[in-house]
Nanobody, 121 residues
Framework: VQLAESGGGSVESGGSLRLSCSTS????????LAWFRQAPGKEREGIAASDYDDSATYVDAVKGRFTISRAENTLYLQMNSLKTEDTAMYYC??????????????????WGQGTQVTVSS
């Protein structure tokens, strides 16, 4: 087990969910922790990332609705005002690379198994 997500589920549009990711195997002393999602037939996209100093960055699609945070050995993603287009498998990931300018999968070496989020209208 590397990283382990939990907290996914089914919710109606406008609802909220909080995802958790256990990072105990990867002390966050450098690099970035991030959340990605992948919808059926689409590429995996990075949506939020937090560096070891807790500076956060978001893609426009979730900015203002999602919040990434960290407490001890757990990474969280608070998702509010969920939309049907947020339906996807959500993954947490970690990279030791410090020069992240865009949340893309390639620098991330450690991944969780994913947790499904389904938003219905």
């Amino acid at each position: 087990v590397q990283l382990a997500e939990s907290g996914g589920g089914s919710v109606e549009s406008g609802g909220s969910l909080r995802l958790s990711c256990s990072t105990s195997n990867y002390p966050h002393r450098s690099g970035w922790l991030a959340w990605f999602r992948q919808a059926p037939g689409k590429e995996r996209e990075g949506i939020a990332a937090s560096d070891y100093d807790d500076s956060a960055t978001y893609v426009d699609a979730v900015k203002g609705r999602f919040t990434i945070s960290r407490a001890e050995n757990t990474l969280y993603l608070q998702m509010n005002s969920l939309k049907t287009e947020d339906t996807a498998m959500y993954y947490c990931a970690k990279t030791e690379y410090c020069g992240l300018s865009k949340i893309t999968p390639s620098p991330f070496a450690a991944w969780g198994q994913g947790t499904q989020v389904t938003v219905s209208s």
